[in-house]
């Protein structure tokens, strides 16, 4: 079981930005941000291998967000740049059992490990 603490989150205005991290207490691991926003299901933001040596983005924050990793600090982080009031949910970082990540997509069912979640709100 790895145990995964998010921080990061805050209240921001369109245009913004806001940098995440997620501190694991194993990072030798595919890592992962995910999202829900009230009434929706969680979606997949952004993962990353376990070496940093590849990332995969949801459409909906291709060139504005960057997933990277710090593996000697057990760290991972999102960097959200120009903040939409679309982007506003609870963002949950997520670690699976392996070091490889699913290169098409970040499904919440491949991942067996959760934090417990910082909220982003975004406002016009």
């Known amino acids: 079981q790895v145990t995964l603490v998010e921080s990061g989150g805050g209240s921001v205005e369109a245009g913004g930005s806001l940098r995440l991290s997620c501190v694991a207490s194993?990072?030798?691991?595919?890592m992962a941000w995910f999202r829900q926003a009230p009434g929706k299901e969680r979606e997949g933001v952004a993962s990353i291998y376990s070496y940093g040596d590849f990332t995969w983005y949801a459409d909906s924050v291709k060139g504005r967000f960057t997933i990277s990793r710090d593996n000697s600090k057990n760290t991972m982080y999102l960097q959200m740049n120009s903040l939409k009031p679309e982007d506003t949910a609870l963002y949950f970082c997520a670690a699976r059992i392996y070091p490889t990540c699913g290169k098409q997509s970040a499904r919440p069912g491949d991942f067996r490990d959760w934090g417990q979640g910082t909220q982003v709100t975004v406002s016009s």
């Open positions: 194993d990072s030798r691991r595919c």
